[in-house]
């Protein structure tokens, strides 16, 4: 337990720390991706509905207790019941009572409707958890693309500066007669390219970073910048698991199936208590209560407390029910609707659970092409990198020419663009991939 303490509380120190520097986290910014986005927060407040929902379907398994009472007074003519005289007379009266109902029997409508509420809880709860997982991978996709970005611009100012060096290079050589003039204006335009790839970059980067602001419903004001995860992407290209595994792994963890499962389960509660109108029902009831009445100005008068507590109190119990015999096809269009309603949840749920398995699948292959791509790109850097050192000892020597100098480095920094490129696809792959198994979670998120 110490080790845990001394661990979250080493995660707010530096999450804070890195707030204060104006550093954004993949973690903090899936944070407030999940406290700010607007259809998470609506199935959240959904939730609350559904659960008060539940909370009423238990409640019908008590009984009904209510107070009742009324006063009044009557000014002018009244008729004695007795001898039929009018009076004008001033009365007043009051009664109250305390009466309790209970359904004994309600043609298992209550069952049927609490299995229902619960079943539509389970499912909303997991509709939620999916709209988390949304959330994330939304976040990561673009938090990624920031970060590629990044490193992109710092490839392409990296690039520039080699050429400016280069450039100075070659003008030294040009004004001592060394390399022809062309060499020159050629270097020049590519200076330029190279200058115009870097403003690419930084503008790729800022609209990206806006993006990702609005996604996170950040002031877009605001700035900051992205601390790159401390991911290893070599230990993502060793995936043991084979398709089979993962397909069993989705449909024990895909909250989507299971929100469909619970949906099918509460219709089909639903299509049962919607029957229920075939079933006769019985109430019981008990009711205590006393009255009181008066006549001003009558000496005669009994007092209040009298009246009320001693000479008036009544008690009443007993049942009613209820057969139906023809109700106009209320129930049997009730019971239609739902049973519709009910296929309809069938269907949807055979659907979810096909497309969930292709989509395991889409993202098993995506990753593993993904893997083979970052060793490939790799590789190709590797050669491309040796090939360009070649050609910059032999410009130097004389022996290779400006435009042989060019593409070789050319090709290098394509190398380091496809590299990047790969590495980050691949992350991002990794987390589709745990999309598709429904397995991706905040808690998960380093």
């Known amino acids: 337990m110490k080790r845990y303490l001394i661990l979250i509380c080493s995660l707010m120190v530096s999450s804070a720390y890195a707030q204060e520097r104006g550093l954004l986290t993949f973690s903090d910014a899936v944070k407030i ?9 609506r199935q959240k407040n959904q939730l609350s509905s559904i659960q008060a929902q539940k909370l009423n379907a238990k409640a019908q398994y008590l009984p009904s207790i209510g107070i009742q009472g009324s006063g009044s007074r009557n000014d002018g003519q009244q008729i004695d019941p007795i001898t039929g005289n009018g009076t004008n007379i ?43 997982q949304d959330v994330i991978a939304n976040v990561a996709n673009q938090f990624l693309q920031v970060l590629l970005d990044q490193e992109l611009l710092k490839i392409a100012e990296a690039n ?36 115009v790839q870097v403003l690419r970059a930084k503008n790729d980067l800022q609209n990206d970073k806006s993006l990702l ?20 992407v070599d230990e993502l ?61 009558d000496p005669e008068a009994v007092s209040f407390n009298t009246q009320f507590f001693d000479l008036n109190p009544s008690l009443s119990y007993g049942f009613s029910f209820s057969i139906p015999i023809f109700d ?31 989509e395991v699948q889409r993202a098993y292959q995506n990753f593993q092409n993904a893997i083979l791509n970052y060793e490939a790109t790799k590789i190709q850097l590797q050669s491309a990198e040796f090939a360009n050192d070649t050609q910059k000892e032999s410009y130097s020597l004389g022996v290779a020419s400006l435009i042989e100098l060019s593409q070789s480095n050319q090709i290098y920094v394509q190398g380091l663009t496809d590299l990047a490129q790969a ?10 991939l745990n999309y598709a198994l429904g397995t991706l979670k905040f808690e998960d998120i380093p």
Request: charged share 20%.
């Open 33 to 41: 991706a999940l406290e700010n986005n607007v259809i998470l927060k």
């Open 90 to 132: 001033i009365s007043d009266n009051f009664s109250g009572s305390i009466s309790a109902g209970y359904s004994l029997f309600s043609g298992f409508s209550r069952w049927n409707n609490l299995k229902a509420s619960d079943a539509s809880f389970r499912s909303q709860t997991e509709l939620a958890a999916r709209t988390s």
């Open 160 to 195: 520039f500066e080699n050429q400016n060096n280069i450039m100075t290079q070659i003008q030294s050589q040009v004004d001592l007669g060394a390399r022809p003039v062309a060499d020159k204006y050629n270097q020049e335009a590519i200076v330029k390219n190279n200058e």
């Open 213 to 232: 602001s609005q996604i996170l419903q950040l002031d877009p004001s605001q700035k900051y910048e992205l601390v790159i995860p401390n991911w290893n």
């Open 237 to 297: 290209t060793n995936l043991d698991e084979d398709l089979d595994k993962l397909y069993e792994i989705a449909m024990n963890n895909r909250s989507d199936v299971k929100q469909l499962d619970y949906q099918t389960e509460s219709a089909r509660f639903n299509m049962k208590s919607a029957a229920s109108g075939y079933f006769p029902s019985i109430d019981l009831f008990v009711s205590y209560g006393s009255q009181y009445f008066s006549v001003q100005d």
């Open 328 to 358: 106009r096809l209320n129930t049997y269009s009730r019971r239609t609707t739902a049973k519709v309603n009910f296929q309809n949840s069938m269907n949807d749920f055979d659907n979810v659970k096909k497309t969930a398995l292709i």
């Open 423 to 432: 590495k980050y696809t691949l992350l991002f792959q990794n987390i589709l």
